[in-house]
């Protein structure tokens, strides 16, 4: 925990590579305090199919799933800091958003939690 997993236009990975993109979004992520550094995972899903408010624009959209317990101001931070990055790397991309979710602790469970 946290899971970030990117949705992007499948040309974003012509402008950047996935490496480079998975890696920005961990750094920003971490420096932010709220994760322990081996607790960040990233994905990223480049989709060559799409419709984007009717047009094939490139996007870039961030679901970013997280353990709840933080604050709405820790959170609005986050998503700040991590579109601000992508936006330094991808100024021509008209579609950088990022949305946060919380996990119930109630409800999660892992491997070793069993």
């Given at each position: 925990?946290?899971h ?106 892992n491997?070793?939690?069993?």
């Amino acid at each position: 925990m946290p899971h970030f997993v990117i949705d992007c236009s499948e040309n974003i990975l012509n402008l950047k590579s996935p490496q480079e993109i998975m890696q920005a979004v961990y750094d920003t992520a971490e420096s932010t305090g709220l994760f322990s550094p081996g607790d960040i995972k990233v994905r990223i899903n480049p989709f060559q199919y799409y419709n984007v408010g009717n047009t094939t624009d490139d996007f870039i959209h961030i679901f970013a799933n997280i353990m709840e317990g933080r604050t709405i101001t820790q959170k609005s931070n986050l998503s700040n800091k991590i579109v601000s990055q992508l936006k330094l790397m991808f100024p021509e991309v008209p579609i950088l958003s990022i949305n946060i979710r919380d996990f119930e602790k109630a409800t999660y469970c892992n491997k070793s939690m069993v």
